[in-house]
């Protein structure tokens, strides 16, 4: 069964798990020869990354490269490559992480809750068969955390409010595509989660390893500042939704 999808991975520094990663994203593409997946890179990469972007798109034509140097964050570079993809005619649009963290084989299952109607899918780490391994106290923490926190103040009932890997059909993904999201950071994929409550949505359950120890001082007060600009609004009656 062909299904038209796209892929939207941000790299930044990543040279370190690329040739395993991509390795297996690709083997995980090929039973789908619609599919493509939008690499998406800036100036941000001191290593090697663009090299090894460069010569793996050259091999395998259904890796595109997305060079956007005006990207300021990794928000900008999530929605530069869901921009491109929505330029190709695509059905749905997957995100992932492009660091290993998130695990290729768990595409089909996102692919079935399209097909039974979902408009948007999660990723979630807490919910059964899901997991979140090698990872940091600190990063569940936040993890856990950011979930209980965001569902306290935002009303919303997800297992999950901020893992990364998730998908969206195209009309969907053109709502926020174009709406001017307030987090710069971590908090993005909850935001998101938040503005798209009102659609039809189901969580799947996902495995996530090694991600970075820790989260940036900068990235903590967006999302603080972002989980609380939705609470004022929703506090005072304005809730605000897609
Ligand atoms: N193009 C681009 N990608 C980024 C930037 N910051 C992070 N990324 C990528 O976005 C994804 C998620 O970021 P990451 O820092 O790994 O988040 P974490 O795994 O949750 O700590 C990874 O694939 C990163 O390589 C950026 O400024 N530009
Ligand atoms: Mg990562």
Redesign the pocket.
């Known amino acids: 069964m062909n299904m038209n999808f796209a892929l939207v991975?941000?790299?930044?520094?990543?040279e370190n798990d690329f040739q395993p990663f991509f390795g297996h994203l690709a083997a995980a593409l090929k039973p789908y020869p619609d599919a493509r997946a939008y690499l998406?890179?800036?100036d941000?990469s001191k290593d090697r990354t663009m090299e090894l972007c460069r010569e793996f798109t050259a091999q395998n034509p259904q890796f595109i490269i997305v060079f956007e140097p005006a990207?300021r964050?990794?928000v900008d570079?999530y929605l530069r490559g869901y921009r491109e993809a929505l330029l190709h005619g695509h059905d749905y649009i997957i995100e992932m992480?492009?660091?290993y963290?998130h695990d290729p084989a768990a595409i089909p299952q996102f692919l079935a809750a399209f097909e039974q109607g979902f408009t948007c899918v999660f990723g979630s780490r807490f919910i059964a068969g899901g997991s979140m391994e090698d990872a940091s106290l600190k990063r569940r923490f936040f993890s856990r955390g950011g979930t209980l926190l965001a569902n306290l103040l935002l009303g919303t009932s997800l297992k999950d409010m901020t893992s990364?890997y998730q998908g969206f059909t195209t009309e969907i993904a053109a709502k926020f595509a174009s709406y001017p999201l307030r987090s710069t950071a971590?908090f993005y994929q909850t935001e998101l989660r938040y503005l798209l409550r009102n659609y039809k949505y189901r969580e799947i359950p996902i495995h996530y390893k090694t991600?970075?120890p820790s989260v940036r001082a900068g990235a903590v007060m967006n999302s603080l500042e972002t989980l609380w600009y939705y609470f004022v609004k929703r506090a005072t009656g304005n809730s605000i939704s897609l």
């Open positions: 991975l941000p790299l930044a520094n990543e998406v890179l800036d941000v990207n964050n990794v570079a992480d492009a660091g963290s990364g971590h991600p970075s």
